[in-house]
Structure formats: C-alpha cells, structure tokens
C-alpha cells in the first residue's frame, strides 16, 4: 500500500499567480509558508521555516486567485509531485509542488471575506467572550510527564 498526501496550514509568500491551461482550465500558483518552533538541548528557542510550492487547478484556482492574497492564512491538502525540464542551458531543473485536492481560507483579520470569522460581527460576540475566559497553564508541559 502507497500513500501520498500533503496537509499543511501556513501563510502565503505571495499573491497568487492565475493561468489558464489550453483547455480553458484555470491553475493557481502560490507558495505557503511554515515554521516550527522548538527548544534545543541548552533550552534556547529555535525556529525553522519552509517554503512549499502549491498548484491549484479548476474553479478552486478561480477562488484562490479572488480571495487569497500574500500574507492569508490557508489549508492545503494534497499530493506531493515533483516535476523536472530543461532550462535554456540545458540543466536539468526540478521542483517539487503540493498538487491541491482541497483548501480552505483561515481566519482573516479585520473585515475579512465570508465564512471566516470576523471579530467585530455582533453575532459572535458571546464566541469572543467565551474565547476572552479561557485561561492558559502558566507552567510548561514537561513531555517526560506524558503517560503515553
């Protein structure tokens, strides 16, 4: 058994980039930005970050290319492939491209586009306020404590 699938959340690096294929399909172009954070051995915070090359195809470029716009939060999920050709010197380049099967917007900030929660909408203001109570551990999660 194979399995080849992608799931990322992460911030777009730049707007999208729209086409259209000869058959009149539209492919969106985009890169999403990553980060993992960590402490070392001596305790110091670490961060690293990766860039993924996203295609999107059909009428999800459509919306991709309307909505998304560089610095908008999104969920990619997909397949991973990687393509090569030749440049005009005749070097062989590749790359390797999350091909979307699905995304999703994530949350937007002031004024935001529909289906993402807005702040300043009246109707989730008992959301905001029960998101205002939650009160957070002071103390770090040991992971040696973790029975599993």
Same mark, same amino acid.
């Given at each position: 058994?194979?399995?080849?699938?992608?799931?990322?959340?992460?911030?777009?690096?730049?707007?999208?980039?729209?086409?259209?294929?000869?058959? =009149?399909?539209?492919?969106?172009?985009?890169?999403?930005?990553?980060? !993992?954070? @960590?402490? +070392?051995?001596? /305790?110091? %915070?670490?961060?690293?970050?990766?860039?993924?090359?996203?295609?999107?195809?059909?009428?999800?470029?459509?919306?991709?290319?309307?909505?998304?716009?560089? =610095?908008?939060?999104?969920?990619?999920?997909?397949?991973?492939?990687? !393509?090569? @050709?030749? +440049?005009?010197? /005749?070097? %062989?380049?590749?790359?390797?491209?999350?091909?979307?099967?699905?995304?999703?917007?994530?949350?937007?900030?002031?004024?935001?586009?529909?289906?993402?929660?807005?702040?300043?909408?009246?109707?989730?203001?008992?959301?905001?306020?029960?998101?205002?109570?939650?009160?957070?551990?002071?103390?770090?999660?040991?992971?040696?404590?973790?029975?599993?």
């Amino acid at each position: 058994m194979y399995l080849n699938k992608a799931i990322i959340i992460g911030n777009l690096t730049r707007d999208p980039e729209i086409k259209a294929l000869p058959s =009149g399909v539209k492919v969106a172009s985009f890169s999403v930005a990553t980060n !993992r954070v @960590w402490k +070392d051995k001596n /305790g110091v %915070k670490q961060e690293n970050v990766d860039y993924h090359n996203v295609v999107v195809f059909g009428r999800q470029a459509d919306i991709v290319g309307q909505y998304m716009k560089k =610095g908008s939060s999104i969920l990619v999920e997909g397949r991973m492939q990687t !393509r090569s @050709w030749d +440049d005009a010197g /005749g070097t %062989k380049k590749y790359r390797t491209e999350i091909i979307a099967d699905r995304i999703q917007f994530g949350p937007r900030k002031e004024g935001g586009a529909p289906g993402n929660y807005n702040p300043s909408s009246p109707a989730d203001d008992d959301h905001k306020k029960a998101i205002d109570t939650i009160e957070y551990p002071e103390e770090e999660i040991n992971p040696e404590d973790i029975p599993f």
